[in-house]
Each structure stands twice: as structure tokens, then as C-alpha cells.
């Protein structure tokens, strides 16, 4: 344990050390709180509510996507992640380092969409509801962990930035992320149970609000958290594998 200790705080303090990479992972669903969920739902209780849970579950998705998807492809460029591969501690802290570092990053992320959220809007919500949020938050987190993973270790940095930025916007709009609970265009409804996105933000509406989950989004949602880190877990080992031939 304490091997995965140090390297989560190498991790963390690698990333604190170029603060624009802090500021990068909140910057959209920052904005979005602004310009979109104050003016537009800030004053209905429900509606602020809904839309923060669903700006909770963007800044997962980027925090993650773009983290582990650009930062561990940064990362293999650098001497270090070869020799690190050469310890003998195996590859298990170095994985377990860099999970709870992206976590850290993770609820870091999410500290200003809340404060705008408890202080310029009317969303409301009980304890019990913002401790269920912050779960739902880590399981939402799972399966953009393991995409970001398999993106940073299949792809080089430019093109691992690339696709993180190509898939990143479709499964938000696509999975409702933008739309109020059931508002959305009628294609969007028919598509979203089928997308991570949906079920990472309707565990965050049950979790804030009185929203019942649907069966089929969280069994996608397994569905995808499995294949993603099925995904991960190649794009690993065909790494080592070019590495070390």
C-alpha cells in the first residue's frame, strides 16, 4: 500500500506542478454552471439540481477522459515510464497510484461546479444526497478511467488528445448530459440508455433528486465499465509488449 501511496503523490504533484492542467479539468463544466444552469434553471429548485448533478458527471467525464487519456500518453514519451517498468514492484502500484491520483484530481474537479452550484443557484439537496452524489461520482468515474487508460496507452500524446476530444463530446450530448431529465430530443432518449454517460448521470439524479434509475442504463453502464477496462488492460500489455521485444 504504501508503494501505491508514493506514486499517487508523485502523480498528484506532477499535475499540481503545471497548474493549467488543474485549471484545464474544471474549466468546462465551470463555464457551463455560468453560462448555462445560472441564468436558464437557477431559480427552480429541481432544475438547478438536475442540471448540477449532470455538470458533476461532465467534470467526471473530463477530469477522467483527458487525465488518464493524455496524461498517460504523455508520460510513455518520457524516459521515466520505461524505467519504472523495470522495478521490481510490478506494475500494480504504479496503477494504483495513478487511480487514486486521478480521483484526487477528480473531486478536485468538482469543488467549483458545487460552490456555484450552493451559491448562485437554488439546487438543493439532503446530506444523505450529496454523500450518495459523491459515490455515484466515483462509480461514474470508473468507466472514463478505464477509456482514458486504454486511449493514453494504444495512442501517442497528439493523437491520444485527438480522440479523447473526438469521443468526448458525442457521449455527452448524446447521453444527455445537456438536456434536462427526459428533455432531451427524441433521438437523444432513444440512444442514451445505451451510452456510459447516461447511466453515470442518472446514478447522480437518484442519487441528488427524486429520479428513478432505469435498468437498462445501469446494466449498459456495467456493460461498458467491463469492456473499457477489458480495452485498458490490452492496450497495457500491447504496450509492454513493444517496449520489451
Not at 508503494?3 to 499535475?15: C, G, K, S
Not at 458545487?114 to 468515474?141: D, K, R
Not at 497528439?158 to 427524441?186: D, T
Amino acid at each position: 500500500m504504501s508503494l501505491v501511496l508514493t506514486n499517487a503523490r508523485f502523480h498528484l504533484l506532477e499535475t499540481l506542478r503545471v497548474p493549467i492542467a488543474v485549471l484545464g479539468s474544471t474549466f468546462f463544466p465551470t463555464a457551463s454552471m455560468l453560462f448555462f444552469v445560472v441564468p436558464f434553471t437557477g431559480d427552480d429548485p429541481a432544475g438547478a439540481t438536475f442540471a448540477t448533478a449532470s455538470m458533476v458527471t461532465f467534470a467526471v467525464m473530463t477530469s477522467n477522459l483527458f487525465g488518464y487519456g493524455v496524461g498517460v500518453a504523455a508520460d510513455r514519451s518520457e524516459p521515466w515510464d520505461p524505467y519504472t517498468r523495470t522495478l521490481p514492484a510490478g506494475p500494480g502500484p504504479r496503477f494504483g497510484g495513478r487511480v487514486i491520483a486521478g480521483l484526487a484530481m477528480t473531486l478536485l474537479s468538482l469543488v467549483p461546479v458545487i460552490l456555484i452550484a450552493a451559491f448562485l443557484t437554488a439546487a438543493h439537496t439532503t446530506v444523505v444526497g450529496l454523500l450518495l452524489g459523491i459515490g455515484a461520482a466515483f462509480v461514474a468515474a470508473i468507466p472514463f478511467t478505464f477509456m482514458g487508460l486504454a486511449i493514453g496507452y494504444a495512442l501517442p500524446t497528439k493523437a491520444a488528445l485527438a480522440v479523447a476530444q473526438i469521443i468526448f463530446f458525442p457521449l455527452a450530448f448524446l447521453g444527455g448530459l445537456l438536456s434536462a431529465p427526459r428533455q432531451a430530443p427524441s433521438f437523444v432518449e432513444a440512444v442514451a440508455p445505451y451510452l456510459p454517460t447516461r447511466g453515470a448521470v442518472e446514478l447522480m439524479w437518484a442519487a441528488v433528486g427524486d429520479f428513478p434509475l432505469r435498468p437498462l442504463s445501469v446494466v449498459m453502464l456495467g456493460v461498458w465499465t467491463v469492456a473499457a477496462g477489458l480495452l485498458a488492460a490490452w492496450a497495457y500489455r500491447r504496450d509492454e509488449g513493444r517496449r520489451f521485444r
